[in-house]
């Protein structure tokens, strides 16, 4: 399972970026989505790589994501009350059946994006409009995409 966080907004972007972005869902920045790893969705990713910044997330991120940032599809936080309604004895189940592909957000009855706060004390890199590899925040973080969700939630 991938995370995607937009970093970047809308200024001077092109249309079919735009509409990448809109078809991955991440309509303004500090959103974020889980995505699986297939070739088409990984190949949207890679197109709008110059906006978002991804890598795969871990377990414990996973839950804690949802904890603190899931809301139902009707807009209510997940709570102990959505556990029971699922059945489910923690966030980890949740987390865990979403990372294998045993389950989706939808079908469980969570939103697929995640609305985040800005990071905490900044990206602590060159800025938003460089690559991860050369010192910035965007592109490919692998599973250093952890820290930075934990910095935004």
Excluded: C, W
Excluded at 4 to 23: C, F, M, Q, W, Y
Excluded at 44 to 62: F, N, P, Q, S
Excluded at 97 to 118: A, C, Q
């Amino acid at each position: 399972m991938i995370a995607v966080v937009r970093v970047r907004g809308t200024a001077n972007i092109s249309p079919d970026h735009r509409k990448t972005l809109e078809l991955l869902m991440l309509h303004k920045p500090n959103h974020a989505i889980l995505v699986a790893e297939e070739l088409q969705l990984a190949k949207m990713v890679e197109k709008v790589k110059d906006y978002v910044t991804y890598g795969e997330i871990d377990l414990d991120t996973a839950a804690e994501l949802l904890r603190k940032r899931g809301r139902t599809i009707e807009g209510e936080r997940t709570d102990k009350k959505f556990l029971e309604k699922e059945k489910a004895k923690s966030f980890e189940d949740i987390a865990k059946k979403i990372i294998e592909g045993k389950e989706t957000l939808r079908n469980i009855g969570i939103k697929p994006v995640f609305r985040l706060s800005p990071p905490r004390k900044g990206h602590n890199r060159g800025g938003i409009k460089k690559s991860y590899a050369v010192g910035g925040a965007l592109g490919y973080r692998a599973s250093d995409i952890n820290a930075l969700l934990r910095k935004m939630m």
